[in-house]
């Protein structure tokens, strides 16, 4: 009788006293912390409304204030008592969902409260105000006593204590206190209650073309002892039921534990790209829950469109025809020294037409800027020189297979900031307005902003150039481009600069190595490549890259023609080009003319502006090139027009 009483009193005291408390968590986890989770235990069916769960960091940076809530309206606990949160990794699926690698491993502290997320802006200082429970924890952190004391505890949980950190988690003793062991997500920890039968799918691949066909397959732990019924979709953004043909209903039927879909993906004639089509489970019975859900499918669009020119490994030059405006460049003629650059800088930070784009619109920018000649729904990588799909753009902590947004300019060296509406892609007709004091707008100029692969952008750092010199066996095809885009932002910003030596983080606004950069450039001469990127770029910021369209000009700001007049060799009203044709291009020792039908002068010119060649022709026809690899320019003058064409010969 006396058992029996205790354990009346026990019941009573948790539903009408402690009605919910923080019953395990896993924060450190093998790798990136993917399969991290917490979780709640209260009476079964208990609604979570008016409830949110802070996370406080006890670094000394972090202030032991929070910096994430989760609001918990509309959760439920399951017939265990147990409502279980983290990523869509973990197994069993928690109820609530949140990204991996969220919560942080310590010394650190995390509380339930009643009140909503919006009470907890990040920074808000922990408290025990409407506090229901609390959890101070590390894995081998000192203690963070300020953080226990402001949240009412006198003890922190050390979830490394027994040595394994990446495979234990802290769990609520019934009798109160915490012991560290193997985790049991939605489990309770002694290993009592219901035992769910846990449903599982597979599929043999992770990506599938358009026109194939390929089957879903669906089993539980046990045998079901009456016909199981569930829905599944595979819709997500823009992939959604007209884009696959099968049925998203399944029975798995009665004494069995498992059940086949089949889905065939519509080979349609549309250039969508490649998508991500999302197996998701729909609401199952009680009595089972999901062992895995919102599985990922790469769909490849076979109906990508690939360019004429050439990528960076293999350029072509030439067949990409700058679309500057007529005079865009003519106010540079006869200028020379520090008025040269200021006429430059007039023209690429005019106030009156360039404009800055969010930082969120970059990512845009990028998808059509380094988009890989070959596919369409791929882009070129920048320092690993190869191509990877546009939707592995990084969207989480994990940058493994993905790619982002590299700054060849460093963030960090330029003094570059982000406001709040960088956060948003609002699309190209809306923009800031510019100028050359504008130092901040560096952090979202595509000018000089690069798809890279995730982690070798965290290698690249903030580094200086030549100190820096691109990951091994590459085979440098990105370096005249790196160059072109820092002289670009040294004379488009004021307060940056591009000096000798490698400088380091020592002087703000400073990043070396000038004369590697100088020398990168004239290795590696602007390609078809890089004018449809300062194309593209140009259509959204109304300013163009003045190196790529007039490489000679680095020689006259930083190279051998340091201080002389420049005038563009160039520059005379040329003639329809459409009207003449030079092939082959790359050209090895014959380049033939089409289209000429009247004599004319035939000048070549290499990348400093100076002629190597000359030579009168007649008509179409080959005419023999001698004159070392590299870019050239070829002018023909007739009695009336001029027409200057872009070649790169080959050995």
């Given amino acids: 009788m006396r058992l029996f009483l205790s354990c009346i009193f026990a019941v009573f005291f948790f539903t009408s006293e402690a009605q919910i408390v923080i019953n395990e968590l896993d924060a450190d986890t093998e790798g990136a912390d993917l399969i991290e989770f917490i979780e709640l235990l209260s009476t079964p069916n208990f609604s979570l409304d008016g409830h949110v769960l802070v996370f406080f960091n006890g670094s000394s940076s972090g202030g032991d204030a929070s910096y994430f809530a989760i609001d918990l309206d509309g959760a439920v606990t399951d017939a265990n008592g147990i ?85 234990e988690s802290i769990q609520r003793l019934n009798g109160g206190g915490y012991e560290v062991k193997f985790p049991t997500p939605g489990q309770l920890n002694d290993g009592s209650g219901i035992e769910f039968n846990g449903l599982s799918f597979s599929t043999t691949m992770s990506e599938y073309g358009e026109g194939d066909t390929f089957d879903i397959v669906f089993d539980t732990e046990e045998v079901v002892t009456s016909d199981l019924n569930y829905s599944f979709s595979l819709s997500n953004a823009g992939f959604n039921t007209s884009d696959y043909t099968g049925s998203t209903s399944v029975t798995i039927p009665s004494g069995g534990n498992t059940a086949t879909s089949t889905i065939q993906i519509i080979d349609d004639a549309d250039n969508e790209g490649d998508e991500i089509m999302v197996i998701s489970i729909g609401a199952l019975p009680s009595g089972f829950n999901k062992l895995n859900d919102n599985e990922e499918i790469r769909v490849i669009d076979n109906d990508f469109t690939s360019q ?78 190869q191509q990877r799909a546009k939707i592995d753009f990084q969207t989480t902590s994990s940058s493994i297979g993905k790619w982002n947004r590299e700054h060849v300019y460093p963030r960090s060296r330029g003094g570059f900031s982000s406001i709040e509406a960088d956060e948003i892609a609002d699309g190209i007709d809306i923009y800031w ?156 020792d014959q380049l033939f003319v089409s289209g000429l039908r009247s004599q004319a002068t035939m000048e070549i010119y290499n990348t400093m502006g100076q002629m190597v060649s000359t030579r009168n022709i007649k008509e179409e026809g080959s005419i023999p090139i001698e004159v070392p690899e590299g870019l050239y320019l070829v002018r023909l003058k007739t009695d009336t027009a001029i027409i200057t064409k872009k070649i790169y010969v080959i050995p």
Avoid: C
């Fill in 83 to 167: 409502l279980l949160i983290g990523s869509a990794n973990v197994s069993p699926v928690p109820q609530v969902l949140i990204s991996a690698n969220v919560i942080q491993n310590g010394a650190d502290a995390v509380g339930l409260y009643i009140g909503n997320d919006f009470d907890f802006p990040q920074g808000t200082p922990a408290t025990t105000n409407n506090l229901v429970d609390a959890l101070a924890y590390d894995t081998n952190d000192s203690d963070d006593t300020v953080l226990m004391a402001l949240l009412g505890l006198t003890e922190q949980i050390n979830e490394a204590q027994n040595g394994n950190k990446d495979f």
């Fill in 308 to 385: 004429p020119w050439g990528n960076p490994l293999n350029p072509t030059y030439g067949l990409v025809a700058s679309t500057q405006p007529a005079a865009y460049y003519d106010a540079l003629n006869g200028e020379s020294g520090a008025e040269l650059v200021q006429a430059i800088q007039d023209i690429v930070a005019d106030r009156s037409t360039v404009r800055a784009q969010t930082y969120a619109d970059i990512i845009d920018i990028l998808q059509e800027a380094d988009q890989s000649p070959e596919n369409s729904n791929q882009v070129w990588l920048l320092y690993t020189e």
């Fill in 433 to 588: 307005t510019t100028n050359a004091d504008s130092l901040r707008h560096g952090n979202s100029d595509a000018h000089a902003l690069r798809a890279a692969d995730g982690p070798e952008n965290s290698s690249r750092g903030n580094q200086d150039y030549g100190e820096y010199q691109g990951p091994t066996g590459n085979l440098g095809s990105w370096k005249g481009d790196v160059a072109r885009s820092v002289f670009y932002m040294t004379i488009r910003y004021n307060g940056l600069e591009v000096v000798n030596g490698n400088p380091g983080n020592s002087t703000a606004g400073e990043l070396g190595d000038l004369a590697t950069l100088v020398q990168w450039h004239r290795d590696d001469p602007p390609d078809d490549y890089e004018m449809n990127r300062n194309n593209v770029v140009y259509s959204w910021q109304f300013n163009r890259n003045p190196f790529i369209d007039l490489p000679d000009l680095v020689e006259y700001i930083w190279g051998n023609n340091i201080g002389e007049v420049w005038n563009d060799t160039f520059s005379t009203t040329t003639i329809n080009a459409s009207t003449i044709s030079m092939y082959p291009n790359p050209v090895k």
